[in-house]
């Protein structure tokens, strides 16, 4: 009885072994592609499985993440016979983890290939400056081609970026010398830009300052001519007043034959060398010359 019992604990704990190392637990973005008896039977996505044993089997677990493959450089010929080496890297994802299993042998591999043959196919219609200068234009096509040869291996490639693109050593020393006179031309034009820019600067200023100075001087005689103009207007006032007083104050005629000869003495002053006077005006000074001179008799006795 004890032997019994023995042995069905033995079954049983055996029993528990074989169903514990049968649970398959598939972890995210992960999928297991299950045969059973030699034959494709199901792809197990993420959560618990249980397999049954000794029937079922794993055949691949694939990764449904990005992936990114980084192809060694090929060497490639251009259209007009330059030989360069091109190395890419292709980004692709899983869709379909049954047709990647039984698609193709070594996907990898095959997508190596089949990268290398299409960049040499579009290489070759492209001549060096424009395989040079037409980088996403080739990763397009190179994509393009891919995705649609790898659709019937469960396989979707997102983008091709060309890593490098190496021509030989003296097309190297060829383009840099090229940069250089290009960069050199640049400079020279720069500098003449500078120059241009400088003289019209110096030009500009030049103009403003003459511009400046013959406002200055302008303003200048503008204000010298409203001085002289205020000056005349002040005399001319004074005059005025003074006529406006002289007809206010009503004199007569011997004060204005005297004031007359006031004005006749005062000119004599000057360096005028004859002065006509009026009859009038001297017999006025003939009876002011008298009195005078009786003033002065008187003045003496």
């Known amino acids: 009885m004890t032997a019994g019992i023995i042995i069905i604990s033995i079954i049983i704990l055996l029993v528990l072994i ?3 190392r049968n649970i398959k ?3 995210q973005a992960h999928a297991f592609v299950i045969e059973r008896l030699g034959a494709y039977y199901a792809t197990w996505e993420t959560g618990l499985h249980l397999k049954v044993p000794f029937i079922d089997r794993i055949s691949r677990k694939v990764s ?3 992936q990114v493959v980084d192809f060694p450089p090929q060497p490639v010929i251009t259209r007009d016979n330059v030989t360069m080496q091109i190395d890419t890297v292709v980004y692709f994802e899983i869709t ?17 290939n089949l990268t290398a043959t299409t960049l040499r196919n579009i290489i070759g219609d492209l001549e060096l400056d424009n395989t040079l200068t037409s980088r996403d234009t080739i990763n397009d096509k190179i994509r393009f081609i891919l995705d649609e040869a790898t659709d ?3 396989i979707k490639v997102i983008r091709v970026e060309l890593k490098n693109i190496l021509p030989p050593r003296e097309i190297q020393d060829a383009m840099e010398k090229q940069m250089k006179a290009e960069r050199e031309r640049r400079a020279r034009i720069l500098d003449a830009e500078g120059e241009k820019r400088s003289q019209i600067l110096v030009a500009e200023g030049l ?4 511009i400046l100075k013959a406002d200055a001087v302008k303003e200048q005689k503008i204000r010298e001519a409203q001085g002289e103009a205020e000056a005349i207007l002040t ?6 007043d003074a006529l406006r007083m002289l007809n206010e104050a009503a004199p007569n005629d011997r004060v204005i034959r005297l ?7 005062k000119a004599a002053d000057g360096k005028a060398t004859k002065i006509i006077i009026p009859s009038d005006i001297q017999g006025l000074a003939s009876s002011v010359t008298a009195v005078k001179e009786l003033w002065n008799d008187t003045a003496k006795s």
């Open 152 to 154: 019937a291996w469960g």
């Open 96 to 112: 379909d983890p049954k047709l990647y299993t039984y698609g193709v042998e070594r996907p990898l591999s095959a997508i190596e």
């Open 25 to 27: 637990i598939v972890p």
């Open 18 to 20: 074989l169903v514990v």
């Open 64 to 66: 449904l993440k990005e």
């Open 207 to 210: 103009k403003e300052s003459a």
């Open 235 to 240: 005399v001319q006032r004074a005059n005025a």
């Open 259 to 265: 004031k007359s000869l006031e004005a006749f003495g």
